[in-house]
């Protein structure tokens, strides 16, 4: 059996899979992050940990399975947030969260040092963003400047994770690809953005995705009941770990997550189609192949923002909040297709692939008196499925043939969803039978470090399957193909009041 974490924006999931795949046990342990300015957000490092060890606790209860058969725990998380530790491993100040935009100003002054083609080669990063783990270390250096000196390790959140279980600080080049530390290719720390900083000494070791951290702390074993000859594997990021555990281990597959981001993934073997089209890639979990993986900052967030904002008699009928998305699936379901014209600009952390524009803003267009909340709903799922369009001709622009779209995320629990999805996008979209894909590809490397498989793609072979299968519907592609291409004039029409605007 094998124990898996993904440490997301606002929860934590810890899963317990055995050899064949088959989820065993699962738990979800929700947090709130802390926004204490427009576009700051941040939490304390110690509800990460916590989560993840109550989540590992409960987990393992709900199974009903000996602890002691557990053969290694594996994990993933958010890209970017960054956390900041001292020399008795104490927290010098919350970590800042990926979706934070403070360092903006930062991000425009490296612009003008670093040239963005520079940048773009050596990282696999499109833009010079303030979400970057650089430049965020670059705006605490200015408005904070006490932190670093005190900052003995500074990690990303699933090096963290590992670190407290085993002691050993380590992360790879597919986790810390979007810090901007990283020459990816190279496999080792790009001097150019590191050493200005002054903070080589405090950065992991660099190991590959798979490979074994450590053991297990003994009180960490103890505590949990496992055996202390329990290995930790390393993974990546937490849309990495899900291309695996949905089996894109091949050239030409397509994933796509819509949870709290929208990200796709694809595999690629090649570098220069990915270069020419200027895409978003980094170092795949396989050796000598690229995962190109886009994403936009906002998706699934949004329609949790909505239920939390506006949701409230929605919630009480469902009898909570986990279940009143069912009954805004129902609203939205009672919205023509288009939402009677309804268009919604998801921009609401600023926007990524393929806009790169951190002024970004939410809008919804085309309001009148007809309008309620059915159409709101609606309009959250399909401006989802416009983002999705958006990247996917992107990526076939490069050349890349694209068959279907496996989909992952809580929005695809969705018949409703997954069906706009492959209307506005003209591609069917195929729902995994194992949602928990980014947990169980942890446990897929994990299975393959200690010798259970040979091979990556023999793992996933054996423990990935796939589920329902949604075909373009015929009849509304006249619709999708106006608003489509309305919702792209919007953009583009507001993008310069963005940025005159923005804060």
């Known amino acids: 059996m094998y124990l898996s974490f993904d440490v997301g924006t606002t929860s934590v999931k810890t899963a317990l899979f055995d050899r064949q795949g088959r989820l065993l046990a699962k738990a979800i342990k929700d947090y709130t992050l802390d926004s204490p300015r427009v576009d700051w957000y941040e939490v304390d490092p110690g509800v990460y940990w916590r989560a993840v060890i109550e989540g590992f606790k409960e987990t393992l209860a709900g199974s009903g399975a000996d602890p002691k058969q557990v053969k290694a725990v594996g994990g993933c998380s958010q890209g970017e947030t960054v956390v900041f530790l001292d020399e008795g491993d104490a927290s010098v100040r919350p970590a800042i969260v990926w979706i934070d935009n403070r360092a903006r100003i930062e991000a425009e002054e490296l612009k003008g040092q670093i040239d963005t083609e520079e940048f773009y080669r050596k990282t696999g990063c499109t833009e010079i963003e303030a979400t970057w783990t650089l430049l965020k270390v670059h705006w605490l250096r200015r408005h904070e400047p006490g932190t670093l000196p005190k900052t003995k390790r500074l990690l990303l959140v699933a090096d963290y994770i590992d670190y407290l279980l085993t002691g050993r600080p380590t992360t790879t080049p597919t986790l810390s690809q979007s810090t901007g530390f990283v020459d990816i290719h190279a496999g080792d720390y790009w001097s150019r953005t590191v050493d200005p900083l002054g903070i080589r000494d405090s950065l992991p070791e660099i190991v590959p995705v798979g490979s074994v951290v450590g053991r297990l702390k003994a009180s960490v074993a103890d505590e949990l009941g496992l ?267 507001l993008k310069p009041v963005f940025r005159k605007y923005s804060s």
Not at 334 to 363: I, R
Not at 392 to 399: D, K, T
Not at 444 to 467: C, E, K
Not at 474 to 488: H, K, N, S, V
Request: charged share 20%; glycine share 12%; aromatic share 8%.
């Open 227 to 493: 055996s202390r000859e329990t290995i930790v594997v390393k993974g990546a990021m937490d849309q990495t770990m899900s291309t695996i555990g949905a089996g894109n281990v091949a050239p030409g597959i397509v994933t796509e997550t819509t949870g709290t981001a929208l990200a796709i993934g694809v595999t690629a073997e090649e570098i220069e189609p990915i270069h020419d089209n200027h895409l978003a890639y980094q170092p795949h979990a396989l050796a000598g192949k690229y995962l190109i993986l886009p994403y936009a900052q906002t998706s699934g967030i949004l329609y949790k923002w909505f239920r939390n904002t506006f949701g409230a008699e929605e919630v009480r009928k469902a009898g909570g909040a986990e279940e009143a998305y069912e009954e805004l699936n129902r609203l939205a379901a009672q919205a023509p297709a288009g939402s009677d014209g309804l268009v919604l600009l998801p921009f609401f952390a600023g926007a990524y692939s393929p806009e790169n524009d951190m002024h970004a803003k939410g809008v919804w267009y085309g309001l009148t008196l007809a309008h309620d909340k059915r159409h709101f709903s609606r309009s959250i799922m399909e401006s989802v499925g416009y983002m999705l369009r958006r990247i996917l001709e992107q990526i076939q622009g490069a050349g890349i043939p694209i068959e279907e779209v496996r989909c992952m995320g809580g929005a695809a629990r969705s018949d409703l969803w997954l069906q706009i999805k492959a209307d506005i996008c003209g591609l069917p979209m195929v729902r995994m039978k194992e949602e928990e894909t980014s947990t169980l590809g942890c446990a897929l490397l994990a299975a393959v470090a200690v010798g259970d498989y040979g091979s990556v793609d023999q793992a996933a072979g054996a423990m990935v399957s796939l589920g329902r299968r949604f075909e373009p519907a015929p009849g509304d592609e006249a619709i999708y193909q106006r608003l489509f291409e309305l919702y792209g004039e919007l953009y583009g029409s």
